[in-house]
């Protein structure tokens, strides 16, 4: 059920207009017509295609302080290794009244650059709505991308700022939860960003020349592969240690197959793959 | 396009009225209106329901000589450890004008089996078609299943028989083609086995706990982890030294993704995605 709020903001910027931005913008559109939603990026083309398109209700390339004269919540939809020199160069130029949220995949390297200023830590509240797509460009922009889906928002001590934010994100009908950056990345590190390495070996242990050979399950499991090669190496890399650790796990559950197929363990290959199929079936299709 | 034939079977009988065998039954009713499709199965009650479900023309819970009299196609739609002794079953008891086929995800164990007697190494040809679904049961069959997907057919010295069983899965729309059981064996185990192994140990990665903070890619990835793990312990363990060599493929994987990592060979990460993201982009969605 969408949670609409008669108070939402009165202008949101969004830095950075792709897939992402451009869904929170549509988002935005959608269910506060009387909320301004200011597109910001580098090509005046793309921001002008993405205004046509009515995500937008103006655009400009650069943030300025004038721009940020209007008391206004900042959302900066860059890729990961982009967003902590983003959000302190905005902070610099910000007043008070302004609070910075994002909504990058990985949160510990963000807040921990983020702070390292402390006007920037003082504005900023990082969040990571879990939701997305394999295909990129705000042409694939989706209103309801982040309707039901949980979005984590990094607890601050700041309550009053911390809870505009998370007001913003459930305005878009996101389930907000809040934990710390570190408990964030190790979660993520095994719910997304080992699933992408493991679509990615999958892809690449076929050859081309059996990809004819390949049914719907080898789709099912490969599509994210097909994600942002550069977005998802600042991601596997901006949560360097977590995915380090979750590609452990992963190789020691596949020793597990490969050592009860070898022992001919034909009852352990069938629990490894009951204790899978019964963990699956608690999320639906 | 249906490639539809003017010559079909008068009669085919399916062994296991289940996802694969319903929908065999589903395309040949569809298609070929004239032609009797009897279902052969345990229970009588799921065989009724099936026929009322209008896939089958009849129904019987064993195959008998009398059965067998009219000049029929055999298709066994078992789980495939038990295909080559119900095929062997079969072909003892059936004439020379009577092929049987299958449509099992491994071949080398099936066709050796089989093999060791002479009679069902006469009418026995091999097949695979290379579509499915992780639900079981022939409620999920549907008549376009097997709709311009590939079928590999296991190519014998009897060419009569083996073009009748070719004709028989281009009839359900079937893209054949023919190789060697070893040649399937090796393909399939990179192309659908190992991709399972993958769903699964994605999804065993994940503790419980850890379930909502999943989002789309997680569940693309993990959604074949679902299917029938009894099903899956027999191809597994049916294709035995091509699944651990395949495992070993993806070990090999894990760990170039794990050093780029370990050593800060961001380049190297990029590489590995990258080749991934292009060598799926020649698949569709």
């Not at 690449?204 to 499991?221: H, I, Q």
């Not at 942002?228 to 992963?250: F, Q």
Request: proline share 3%; glycine share 8%.
């Amino acid at each position: 059920m969408p949670e609409i709020h008669s108070k939402f903001e009165d202008c949101v910027i969004v830095v950075g207009v792709g897939l992402i931005g451009g869904s929170i913008a549509a988002a935005i559109r959608q269910r506060y017509p009387a909320c301004e939603v200011i597109g910001v990026g580098r090509c005046e083309k793309r921001l002008a295609a993405a205004k046509a398109a009515g995500l937008l209700t103006d655009f400009t390339t650069s943030v300025t302080e004038n721009l940020l004269q209007r008391s206004a919540l900042v959302v900066v939809c860059l890729p990961v290794d982009l967003i902590a020199a983003e959000v302190t160069r905005i902070a610099l130029l910000a007043g008070d009244d302004v609070t910075i949220t994002d909504a990058g995949s990985v949160k510990q390297a963000i807040c921990k650059q983020v702070a390292a200023n402390e006007r920037s830590q003082r504005l900023f509240v990082g969040a990571h709505p879990i939701a997305g797509g394999e295909q990129g460009g705000f042409e694939y922009a989706e209103a309801d991308l982040f309707s039901q889906k949980v979005c984590v928002v990094v607890d601050t001590a700041d309550e009053a700022r911390t809870d505009r934010v998370k007001r913003f994100w459930r305005g878009l009908e996101c389930d907000v939860v809040t934990m710390t950056a570190s408990e964030h990345d190790r979660t993520l590190a095994l719910t997304s960003h080992l699933p992408h390495v493991m679509a990615a070996v999958t892809t690449s242990a076929v050859g081309p020349e059996n990809l004819p050979m390949t049914g719907s399950g080898f789709r099912d499991v490969t599509r994210i592969a097909a994600g942002d090669p550069s977005l998802w190496r600042a991601i596997l890399t901006g949560n360097r240690d977590e995915v380090i650790a979750a590609i452990k796990v992963a190789e020691r559950l596949l020793v597990d197959y490969r050592t009860a197929l070898e022992t001919l363990d034909d009852d352990g290959i069938e629990s490894l793959l009951r204790a899978a199929a019964e963990h699956r079936s608690q999320l639906d299709a």
